[in-house]
């Protein structure tokens, strides 16, 4: 089917995304232009522009050819392009100490550079024209060029699939016990009742756990059986594209999810913020957050490919069964008693079946062998 673009979205998105700039900076613009607060609005409101203008033309065309030839521009220069943009952000925001307007790390890191790229890669999609499936083929060259863990091409064993688990949760473990630095010890978390839902650790870098993951997931899977997202899943190209995509959203989930807490009830220590100010002491403990659980992720995509799922061991804290039988084990109050991870049920168990039989020789006997063809398939 061939995609047409929308003047109409391309449009309404943008005067969403500047229009919510403009009431963000509204206090500074009426103050004048004449002061400091009026002078950072100005410019972060022609900055933006130029930032999606920058990130859109990333996404929608390719490198010249001469300039792909060269060793590290034609292969990194859209990307330090980038970070070039973020410098010049963060440098016009440095604390005041050395001479920077310390008031405006909000508005540019998140309101520009964060919103900004979101916004960009939508207009992006809006603007789209093409023969495929979906309009998320749109942003085909940040999903290409997008680091990421393959799946291996040979089989891989049993044994291997246990010591990259189990690798994966110590490292999962230890995360869970380093602190988050620079943070207050009168902080309170109100949701700290819910941390074990999401894997998480109240004041350390597991804080979010893997709630970016679940959330950005849940976002796809609704799109996709609403079908605004028309991409066929059976179809390997369309797979891919998916999983693309559902990366980028995480690692915009990640801020979103930290940056409300942290500036809601996660204070910073007073000899950050009088060293560097508010908003760069919030910045300290967003970038550890963000750190944490973008190594989260990386570790359940290592799990998913090449070990056993990551997100259910982390969630259920036990060695339980990861795919179809997990449901069926917490059921039970000696979660997987066996002591092995299964991550194929045996075919001729139901469901009701499994409650009944996991007690009895039978079963062991299914599990032990399934280990020994893994082992030496």
């Known amino acids: 089917m061939k995609h047409k673009p929308m003047p109409i979205a391309v449009a309404i998105s943008g005067l969403l995304y500047w229009g919510l700039l403009v009431y963000w900076v509204r206090d500074d613009l009426q103050a004048g232009f004449d002061t400091a607060g009026g002078e950072a609005a100005i410019f972060g409101?022609?900055?933006?522009?130029?930032?999606?203008?920058?990130?859109?033309?990333?996404?929608?065309?390719?490198?010249?050819?001469?300039?792909?030839?060269?060793?590290?521009?034609?292969?990194?220069?859209?990307?330090?392009?980038?970070?070039?943009?973020?410098?010049?952000?963060?440098?016009?925001?440095?604390?005041?100490?050395?001479?920077g307007y310390e008031e405006g790390v909000g508005f540019f890191l998140v309101g520009i550079c964060l919103l900004g790229f979101g916004a960009a890669a939508i207009i992006t999609c809006f603007m789209w024209g093409g023969d495929d499936s979906s309009r998320l083929y749109a942003l085909h060259r940040f999903v290409d060029v997008y680091p990421t863990i393959t799946k291996p091409e040979r089989h891989v064993r049993f044994n291997e699939k246990m010591w990259t688990t189990t690798f994966v949760l110590i490292i999962y473990f230890a995360m869970t016990n380093v602190m988050l630095y620079g943070l207050s010890g009168q902080a309170l978390d109100l949701f700290s009742g819910?941390?074990?839902?999401?894997?998480?650790?109240?004041?350390?870098?597991?804080?979010?756990?893997?709630?970016?993951?679940?959330?950005g997931s849940i976002i796809m899977q609704l799109f996709a059986g609403a079908?605004?997202?028309?991409?066929?899943?059976?179809?390997?190209?369309?797979?891919?594209?998916?999983?693309?995509?559902?990366?980028?959203?995480?690692?915009?989930?990640?801020?979103?999810?930290?940056?409300?807490?942290?500036?809601?009830?996660?204070d910073p220590q007073e000899f950050l913020i009088d060293s560097y100010g508010l908003g760069w002491a919030n910045f300290v403990i967003v970038?550890?957050?963000?750190?944490?659980?973008?190594?989260?992720?990386?570790?359940?995509?290592?799990?998913?490919?090449?070990?056993?799922?990551?997100?259910?061991?982390?969630?259920?804290?036990?060695?339980?069964?990861?795919?179809?039988?997990?449901?069926?084990?917490?059921?039970?109050?000696?979660?997987?008693?066996?002591?092995?991870?299964?991550?194929e049920p045996a075919s001729r168990y139901t469901s009701n079946d499994f409650l009944h039989v996991q007690d009895s020789d039978e079963w062991r006997n299914d599990i032990a062998q399934w280990i020994r063809n893994d082992s030496v398939g």
């Open 287 to 343: 970038a550890q957050l963000f750190a944490g659980s973008y190594l989260v992720f990386l570790l359940d995509e290592l799990g998913e490919q090449v070990g056993y799922w990551f997100r259910y061991f982390v969630v259920h804290r036990c060695w339980c069964c990861p795919v179809d039988l997990c449901r069926y084990a917490l059921t039970t109050p000696n979660n997987c008693r066996f002591g092995v991870l299964c991550a």
């Open 45 to 99: 409101l022609i900055f933006s522009v130029v930032y999606v203008a920058y990130v859109m033309a990333c996404l929608m065309i390719d490198m010249p050819e001469g300039l792909k030839t060269m060793p590290v521009v034609g292969r990194y220069g859209k990307l330090l392009a980038w970070l070039a943009m973020l410098g010049l952000s963060a440098w016009y925001v440095r604390p005041s100490a050395w001479g």
């Open 194 to 215: 819910f941390r074990s839902i999401m894997a998480g650790a109240s004041g350390t870098i597991m804080h979010l756990g893997i709630g970016p993951i679940v959330t």
């Open 227 to 266: 079908k605004i997202i028309r991409l066929d899943l059976s179809n390997s190209e369309d797979k891919a594209m998916y999983q693309g995509v559902q990366k980028l959203l995480v690692l915009i989930m990640i801020p979103i999810e930290s940056i409300p807490q942290t500036y809601g009830f996660l």
